[in-house]
C-alpha cells in the first residue's frame, strides 16, 4: 500500500492559519487606525487577497482527510487571486470596487462556510455549531460591506476592518477544527 505525502496538507492548513492571523491582525488595524489612505489599503488587501487565494489553492488540491475545508477552494482561490490583483493594479480608483468585490467575496465564503458547518456536524465534528455561527455573522458583515450603509470614509474601513476579522476567525476556527491531517494516510487511488 502507498502512503499520500501530507506535506501538501501541511502547507495548506498552516498557509490557512497564518492568513487568518494576517485578516484578524488587518482587521484590526482598519477597526482601530481607520484614516491609512485607500491606496495603503488597496495594496495591503491586494497582496493578502493573491496570497491567501494561492494558499486556498494549495488547500484544494492537498487532498485533506474530511474534504471539509477546501471543497470550495479551487474557484474561491482563483476568485481572490482575481481581485487581489485588480486591487493591486488599480488601489486608489477601486475603493467602490474594493468595499463591493470584498464584501461579495465574504458574504460568499461565510455561506460557504454554513454548508462546511453543516457537513462537520454529519463528521461528528463537535465545533460545527461555532462555525455556523461564526459563518453567519462573517456572512452578514460582508453583505453589509456591499450596501455600504455609511459613506463616511472612517466607518466603511472600520466596517471593512471588521468583516476582515471576523473572516480571519472564521477560517481559522475552520481550519484548526476540521483540517485533520494523519501522517499514514493511503493514496487515494490504492484505497
Known sequence: MKMR?????????????????VFCGVGAAFILRPEPSMAVIGRALGIALVV????????????DLFRLAFQYDLAFGILLIALGAVILLKPE???DFIFAALGIAIF??????????????RFGIRSWWLIA???LVTGAIG??????????GVLL???LGASL?????????VALSTVKIVRHQLDESEA
Open 5 to 21: 505525502c501530507v506535506t501538501p496538507m501541511w502547507i495548506a492548513k498552516v498557509g490557512y492559519i497564518v492568513m487568518s492571523l
Open 93 to 95: 480608483g477601486a475603493l
Open 157 to 159: 474601513t472600520e466596517l
Open 108 to 121: 460568499s465564503d461565510g455561506l460557504f462556510k454554513v454548508q462546511i458547518a453543516l457537513d462537520s456536524k
Open 143 to 152: 453583505l453589509a460591506l456591499v450596501f455600504r450603509p455609511w459613506e463616511s
Open 165 to 173: 476579522l471576523c473572516e480571519g476567525v472564521l477560517s481559522l476556527c
Open 52 to 63: 491567501f487565494g494561492g494558499v486556498k489553492l494549495v488547500g484544494y488540491f492537498s487532498g
Open 133 to 135: 455561527a461564526l459563518a
